[in-house]
T-cell receptor, first 113, second 115 residues
Framework: DSGVTQTPKHLITATGQRVTLRCSPR?????VYWYQQSLDQGLQFLIQ???????AKGNILERFSAQQFPDLHSELNLSSLELGDSALYFC????????????FGPGTRLTVL | AQSVTQLGSHVSVSEGALVLLRCNYS??????LFWYVQYPNQGLQLLLK??????LVKGINGFEAEFKKSETSFHLTKPSAHMSDAAEYFC?????????????FGQGTILTVHP
């Protein structure tokens, strides 16, 4: 158990819908990272927050957004969902802003029908 | 920019045999390198990391990796495979001072261990 929690574990929804994925980092960790794992794209970095502020952006679509709240939990919002958004979404946390060991949550499996 | 290439999407070994999973990286600045393991339906677990200290890094479960700057490689090895090592392994790179530590992953190598 990494100490990072993600909810829900599974999410099945339809095209065009909007979903919210939630992540709670390890106690004391200030950085939260979001990654997407799909068969065709592999593991890709989406976005990072540090202590409530956005720090780095990767290949995140405009339909996707995230935020980190004062209690340090983070949410990833995916809207206007398409079939190709079906993937595993991982959250990871680390103590600092960069190059620290990242601890991964169990992931949320999103299926868009 | 950083990138990682894992040579071989599938590696199959016999129980007790040497495990060698290959990883080559590209980075314009000194890299930090990581190996993660992913068991079915689970998240990623860190096996080991290189952060510019010793070039031979020992990790959990008997794995180790050697950083070779001249070859831009960070191959993962284990002297004797166990059935429980069957999983997918990911090599990843991040770079000091850039992108605040985001990880760039390779495509993964699925390790199969035969009895």
């Amino acid at each position: 158990d990494s100490g990072v929690t993600q909810t829900p574990k599974h999410l099945i929804t339809a095209t065009g819908q909007r979903v919210t994925l939630r992540c709670s980092p390890r106690s004391g960790d200030l950085s939260v990272y979001w990654y997407q794992q799909s068969l065709d794209q592999g593991l890709q970095f989406l976005i990072q927050y540090y202590n409530g502020e956005e720090r780095a952006k990767g290949n995140i679509l405009e339909r996707f957004s995230a935020q980190q709240f004062p209690d340090l939990h983070s949410e990833l919002n995916l809207s206007s969902l398409e079939l190709g958004d079906s993937a595993l979404y991982f959250c990871a946390s680390s103590a600092g802003q960069g190059n620290n060991e990242q601890f991964f949550g169990p992931g949320t499996r999103l299926t868009v029908l | 920019a950083q990138s990682v290439t894992q040579l071989g999407s599938h590696v199959s070994v016999s129980e007790g045999a040497l495990v060698l999973l290959r990883c080559n990286y590209s980075s314009s600045v000194p890299p930090y390198l990581f190996w993660y393991v992913q068991y079915p339906n689970q998240g990623l677990q860190l096996l080991l990391k290189y952060t510019s200290a010793a070039t031979l890094v020992k990790g959990i479960n008997g794995f180790e990796a050697e950083f070779k700057k001249s070859e831009t490689s960070f191959h993962l090895t284990k002297p004797s495979a166990h059935m429980s090592d069957a999983a997918e392994y990911f090599c990843a790179v991040s770079a000091l001072g850039t992108s605040y530590g985001k990880l760039t992953f390779g495509q993964g190598t699925i390790l199969t261990v035969h009895p």
